[in-house]
């Protein structure tokens, strides 16, 4: 039997935590039982209970979230959205003058390195969009010493030979590739730009690069999938759920559609504090006050918590033996940070580890990757390990110089993050397009200046890394990352009113 087509006034009537219902996409929820389930509490829902909150939705939940995860009894059916009275927001001076900005945006042929993709973004997109892309754990120690590690790492380049001709092109995990980076997992793409991580997955097939598909993404997986070209390879990144028949089901569903690896994210058993994201929460007028039992989870936690609280924190080696029974994909181990733990997974016979501290995250003060594998190729070396297991880094990677330096240390390939969506965020796919070019300009350059013809020819000896394991070793000032790092800040003190 048809569904009545609901009216504005229908969902109006269900605007409490007693009876609370919300239209997404033009089609009305009931979410009431739902209400003290919800990761980033009830507060936020009961805001729009009664009404429209696509516009809140959209951005970090996949399209296909409420065929997902909410009981087929709580799908109303369509509304008639001619009758849903839009709301009147008073002007945001605020977004006034971010809309400002983004009409005297530079023209995209000005960024000539990703950090100026950076600066952009930071000056057009959303404050609370900016705070979750661009927050680090705690002090940001690490977040900061991502990039400067490379810093301290020296080329030594050897001349006359014969550059006119270089080949970037690698195989990892099997896979071909043109260049020797990946864009890494990173969640909630639509933050950043309505459309989300297909625009990453567009660009990454203009430049044969292989795309990591994050399990937080905003776009639904499929969509991700869908976008691809013709054999673009791409990977799934897993946090993996404490329903372990969830987590089958996605990851076999990923195989099913092709993905060529599984990521399993294992340093994230509960997620760092990150406190620009955090303190954005503290803009809602009046949300510290009069806090409801139904509203017991911490808001102010950020959009990260929001999203993540599925996460298993009892995950172990003992469950690798599960995921080898559940998929035929390699397993790679995502967020190694100790030599001993490359050496567990080579007794585990995982085929490749990603060295990474969730881009500084997680663990604060925890060291960079490619610090982390100056010192796990030395040792694999010594054990005649090195071909046993692939090395990848990720966290910090601004120049193909610093993808370079890890190569020649050892890291089968890199992962960027961070500037993609920065590029996506300030100039849409031309944007990521861009940004990738750039780094395949720069990395064809820097080959002919160290001098090699191929990827296989980067090794130990055209680099000192020597001042890695000394973290009080200066280095030259980095005008570019200072201009835009974003600054912590302390508590505001509120306006005295001018009434």
């Not at 406190?275 to 007028?285: H, L, N």
């Not at 002919?448 to 280095?475: K, N, Q, Y």
Request: proline share 5%; with cysteine; hydrophobic share 40%.
């Amino acid at each position: 039997m048809q569904q009545k087509i609901l009216t504005g006034k229908d969902i109006a009537e269900h605007n409490n935590k007693d009876s609370c219902w919300v239209i997404i996409h033009g089609k009305a929820y009931d979410v009431t039982e739902f209400l003290p389930e919800h990761p980033g509490g009830s507060k936020i829902i009961l805001k729009y209970a009664g009404k429209d909150a696509t516009e809140e939705f959209e951005p970090i939940h996949p399209p296909d979230t409420l065929d997902k995860y909410l009981d087929r009894s709580k799908h109303l059916g369509q509304v008639d959205m001619s009758t849903v009275t839009a709301e009147e927001k008073a002007l945001d001076p605020d977004e006034e003058a971010r809309q400002q900005r983004i009409a005297s945006m530079p023209g995209l042929d000005q960024c000539f390195n990703l950090y100026d993709f950076e600066s952009v973004a930071k000056r057009v997109m959303k404050k609370t969009a900016w705070a979750y892309y661009s927050s680090g754990a705690d002090d940001e120690i690490t977040l900061r010493e991502n990039h400067s590690a490379y810093h301290k790492i020296w080329f030594r380049p050897r001349i006359l030979v014969d550059v006119e001709k270089v080949d970037m092109s690698t195989t990892m995990l099997g896979s071909k590739c043109e260049i020797p980076f990946y864009v890494t997992a990173t969640a909630l793409g639509k933050l950043g730009n309505p459309e989300g991580e297909v625009l990453l997955t567009r660009a990454a097939a203009r430049h044969g690069v292989i795309q990591m598909i994050p399990t937080l993404a905003s776009c639904s997986f499929d969509e991700i999938v869908d976008a691809k070209k013709g054999d673009q390879v791409q990977w799934l990144q897993l946090y993996v759920n404490k329903d372990r028949e969830v987590t089958k089901k996605i990851v076999q569903h990923a195989e099913k559609r092709g993905c060529k690896g599984l990521f399993i994210t294992v340093d994230a058993p509960q997620l760092g504090r990150r406190e620009k994201d955090m303190r954005t929460k503290f803009d809602d007028v009046g949300s510290n006050v009069q806090k409801t039992d139904a509203d017991a989870v911490d808001r102010s936690q950020g959009a990260a918590r929001a999203i993540s609280s599925f996460i298993d924190p009892s995950l172990s080696w003992k469950d690798i033996p599960y995921f080898k029974s559940i998929t035929k994909m390699p397993i790679v181990l995502k967020g190694v940070q100790r030599v001993e733990d490359v050496l567990k997974a080579i007794e585990h016979d995982i085929p490749a580890v990603v060295l990474s501290n969730h881009g500084g995250r997680q663990l604060d003060t925890a060291p960079s990757a490619i610090e982390i594998l100056a010192e796990v190729m030395p040792e694999l070396r010594r054990r005649n390990l090195q071909d046993r297991i692939e090395i990848y880094v990720d966290g910090g990677i601004r120049r193909a110089s610093d993808i370079i330096k890890a190569l020649c240390l050892g890291a089968k390939g890199v992962g960027v993050g961070r500037p993609f969506l920065y590029a996506m965020s300030a100039y849409g796919e031309p944007g990521v397009v861009r940004a990738m070019q750039l780094l395949k300009d720069e990395f064809e350059m820097g080959m002919r200046l160290i001098g090699v013809r191929s990827v296989a020819e980067l090794g130990p000896e055209f680099v000192d890394a020597r001042g890695l394991g000394m973290h009080s070793v200066p280095t030259p000032g980095d005008s570019l990352s200072f201009d835009v790092y974003d600054r912590l800040v302390a508590p505001a003190f509120a306006e005295k009113s001018k009434l």
